[in-house]
Every structure is written in structure tokens, then in C-alpha cells.
């Protein structure tokens, strides 16, 4: 039996966990009437759905839980609460207060913990509205990490992003990388950026379910627009907002995972103070393809566009990667790539391979929100890694080498279109 003194000290220990950082709709009723909004869960009618919770724990042992929230549009409801296998039942009353005890669940390990909340019975027409999950006991004495910062759970739904920055000569003309998605690690909302630098991004997207994108994003200068020079067939060209305002370009390609595909971009003083920015992409099958003894007819690489940057003369500097979710409702699905083959080639023609590069995080990760994020080196090449609630992740701020592998693209400059 506790002790008034335990029972207040547990009570002190308790923390909650919002679900409008830390939820998502992880199995949807076929009306999709449910919402997870910065205040919580909301519009829950459907036996269908599934809202999934995530936070983690520094040890394993008894975890205590109780939902916090109210019943709107019912009296009485039932909702099933389960982590892996082990699964209870709670009431909710709308003349209780708004603190639903759940019971104890045992973690066997540190990490994240996954709990699952689904309705069962209403009296009404919801099951109640969450705002959050308490959490106590042993399995949360030694901390837990989770989304508390509600000014910012859009971005940190969408999970971590992470970048491999690389460091390239002063006069980097062109640069080239390569980019292969295994298969399964190409959910709907992610974004593998090959080829970054300080003002502009170009890498490939999943859109939809049945659209993919090549993407060139150059974004605007300080002393005026960027503006449109040229576009390649079938590329879409658009202005973006929100993280800064720009040009985009995206060609529809229905790329496939297990596949590896090629990027590069060229910056080039165009003589009178601006830059011209250009990005051709193309698949690995085309590597031959675009030499000396191809003509410019039969060159598989496609054009996406070049865009001037005003007012500044520059070659390619600030040069990275990067691997992001760029949709909040599918922060919770893993992801990931490796990146290899990495070439900077000079305003004099010289090819110099890149082997090292510096892996980092944003402050999603750094401010310690979430810590499924990881980056490094795996035979030959680096790789990305972000969302899915995973543990283990790799600490921010290293340097990572892959071995040279003198994998000099087959690429003549001069034959592209």
C-alpha cells in the first residue's frame, strides 16, 4: 500500500505528454473525421481509427498512465488503450474530471514507447476529445523526451531533419551526388535533397500516391527576384513562400525506390554581377550516356531549369544534403537513403571526389523534441535516416568519411542539354 507521502510523490513525477506534438492518426476510419489539432485529438466517432502516441523513456519498468481530456457530445464511452500486446480498458464520464486513470504497463527496454488509443463505446457521438496522456512511475525516473513546445508542433510532427554538409573548393562549377531509396523508405511526404547549397536545393519528392517530383528550388536575392532563364520539357515552373520566397521547378518522374539516380547543378557568373543556377538530373542507367561519343540527341539527362540569382557573382558554396518529412499527419513513418559518389568539378574543368562530410540535425533534434535521427558512413557511401519513433540516434556534429572509390561519372559537360 502507498503512503500519502509516495502518493504525493508520484504524483510530482507525473508529466504529460500532449498529443498535439506526439499523436497521429496511424490507422484512419473511412470518413477521416478525426483531427489531431495543436490541443489534441478531436472529432473521435469511428471504432476504425487508430490515434498512435509516441514519447520516450530512459529506463524500462512500470509505466503508469492515465488520459487526460473530456467527453464532448456523450455521457459515458470506453476506449481501448495498448502498448504492444498489453492492452486495458478505460471508462470516461463527462461528470469525472478530466484526469481518466488507464492502469500500469510494463517497458522492458528503453526507447520509444508506442501507445495506442482506440474507441470501443459511446453513449454519443464521440468518444471524447484527448488533449493528452499522463505518464508516471519507474519506467519515467530517469526522463522522458518528448514534443512539449506546442508554439512549433507542426514542425515537430513532421520529425527531424538531416543534413550531410560537404566542403568543396572555392571555384566548384559543378557538383554530382547520387541518391538510392531502398525500398520501403519512400513514404508519402519525404524529401531526399541531393544537391543543396546556400541559396537553392535540388533533390526528388514523394508527393502522393501517385505523384512523384524532381525538384530545383533556387530562392530569391536580397537585391531582387530570382528569375526563370530556362525549363526543361514537361517541368512545371512555380514561386514558393513560407521558408523564404523564390523560383521552383519540378519535373513529374515516378522514380523508384531500389533505384539509383544521379543529380547535378552548376553555378555560373553570368559577366554582369548574377549567377545562373542549373540542375540536370537523370537515372543511373544513363550513366554513359551524355559522352563524347553519345550526340546531344540521345543524352539521357534532363534539364530541369536555370534560374538567375541577382546580384551576386558566385560559384557553388554552402554545399549539403538533406533528408526531411514535409508532412505533419506521416511524421511517425520511418525513412531513409544513402548518398554517394559525391564530385565537385572546378570553373577549370577539374574533378575532385568528396569523402567526407558533416553530419547534422535541426533543432527538432538538437532541441532534443524528438531522437529518431540518424546519419553516417556505410560502405561507400553516407546515409540519412529520420522518423519512425526509432531509437539510438547518432549524435549531431561529426564528421563522417566514406572511402574513395574513383567512380569518376562517364559525363561530358559540354553535351548536356
Known sequence: MLLHADISAAQDAASTVPLGGNAYITQASPTQDETIADDGLHNWDSPKTVVSVYFDVQQAGQ????????LNGASHSTVKVSIG???????????????????????????????DLQGIATDGGYFGD???????GPATAAGTVYANDPANFYWLRRGPSVHLGFTVPADTEYFYSEITVPEGQDPIGSYYMANGFNVGYFGMQVNSATERRILFSVWDSPTGNTTLVKQGPGVTIA???????????????HWVAGETYRFLTRAQPDGSGNTLFTSWFSSASAQGNCSDQNDKGRCDWKLIATWKYAGTSTYLRGVYSFLESFDPERGYIGRGATYGNQWAISSTGEWKEITSAYFDV???GLNKQRLDF????????FYLRNDGFFSNSTTSGQTFTRPTTSNHPDLNLQNLP
Open 63 to 70: 509505466l503508469q498512465l492515465s488520459l487526460v481530456g473530456v
Open 362 to 364: 535541426d533543432p527538432t
Open 130 to 136: 484527448i488533449s493528452g496522456l499522463q505518464i508516471a
Open 374 to 381: 540518424a546519419g553516417g558512413n556505410t560502405g561507400s557511401q
Open 85 to 115: 500486446d498489453q492492452t486495458k480498458l478505460v471508462q470516461l464520464s463527462s461528470t469525472a474530471p478530466p484526469l481518466f486513470p488507464v492502469g500500469n504497463f510494463s517497458i522492458d527496454k528503453p526507447g520509444y514507447v508506442k501507445v
Open 239 to 253: 514561386s514558393f513562400g513560407g521558408e523564404g520566397t523564390g523560383g521552383q521547378s519540378y519535373l513529374r518522374y
